[in-house]
């Protein structure tokens, strides 16, 4: 079966096409990204304005488009922080359903950590190891641990790249003064998941921070899925990253790496959630890769409509 499956993000919009064989094994074909930013000022609104909205549904039906000209079996869809936060995130869904002919799935703080635990092990062979997956995004950040294809102990926190830059980092470079602030809050906040509780024998870091971040790190501008994907980082090398990022404006972050584009404003929010979620779990290094949310969800799906 060809699938597209759909990631409604904070700050982008993911499709990823992809096949699944008997193994239940994904496939990867095509990879789209987009940054509309559908997220601006939820944090502090509770609302997507109309331009949010209208960018967003924009994009998703050129998705639809290249969706159907890739010869997909079917469309999924889910939105998560943003829209999950959003008072009317109803108006979103029907626009995007009249509009594009997409029904959207808003997933709950925790099935999102799931799915982006199955999305980060699916490219794995050993299922017998420990996992501990930090999904960091724009609104909020997952954190999954287990064993196989289902985590068992899972979190969801209101901490993400957009939602930390509007609160907290009000300049550009910010001062120190923001950057303590900012740390002491998410710091507060990690404390919700038992990481002296949890023994994992691998991390990963998904999503677009920690790629974003792992091609900094190697001095790589153009994105390719075997630069991120299992790329081993140290505790050290992140710690370089960051403190290289504090001191750049947004315009000489994106010179940095093609993958800053759109994440310029919010990456360095992004990496202080990272090195902090990093320093919590004593880790002396982590993995990152591209295989977050949509993978997982397109295994969900798929599962689902095969009646599993």
Do not use: W
Not at 17 to 45: C, H, L, M, N, Q
Not at 85 to 107: H, K, M, T
Not at 191 to 196: D, E, H, L, Q, T
Not at 267 to 274: E, H, W
């Amino acid at each position: 079966m060809r699938y597209a499956s759909i990631d409604i993000g904070t700050n982008t919009i993911l499709m990823l096409i992809g096949e699944i064989d008997g193994t239940e094994s994904i496939a990867p074909i095509k990879d789209f990204y987009s940054v509309p930013r559908i997220g601006k000022s939820v944090s502090s609104t509770r609302l997507l304005d109309g331009e949010s909205i209208s960018r967003a549904t924009e994009i998703l039906r050129d998705y639809r488009r290249i969706a159907e000209r890739y010869g997909v079996d079917r469309i999924f869809a889910s939105a998560t922080s943003a829209v999950r936060d959003a008072l009317n995130r109803d108006q979103f869904i029907s626009a995007v359903r009249d509009s594009c002919g997409i029904e959207v799935e808003v997933i709950a703080g925790e099935i999102e950590a799931k799915l982006s635990f199955l999305g980060a092990v699916s490219g794995d062979a050993d299922r017998s190891a420990r996992s501990l997956v930090i999904d960091i995004g724009g609104g909020s950040t997952e954190f999954s641990y287990g064993t196989g294809a289902k985590p068992a102990r899972v979190e969801s926190i209101n901490v993400g790249a957009v939602r930390i830059t509007e609160m907290f980092l009000k300049h550009t470079p910010p001062s120190d003064e923001e950057l303590v602030r900012a740390e002491e809050y998410i710091g507060d906040e990690l404390k919700r998941f038992p990481f002296s509780e949890v023994e994992p024998d691998r991390i990963f870091a998904v999503a677009g921070t920690a790629t974003t971040i792992a091609l900094i790190a190697q001095g790589q501008y153009e994105f390719t899925p075997e630069a991120v994907n299992n790329y081993r980082m140290s505790s050290p090398a992140l710690e370089e990253v960051f403190d290289l990022l504090r001191e750049k404006m947004p315009g000489e972050i994106r010179k940095l790496t093609e993958a800053a584009e759109g994440r310029e404003d919010v990456i360095l929010a992004g990496a202080l959630i990272l090195r902090k979620a990093v320093q919590a779990a004593s880790a002396r290094e982590f993995l990152t890769t591209d295989r977050g949310l949509r993978y997982g969800y397109l295994l969900y799906k798929h599962m689902q409509s095969s009646g599993r």
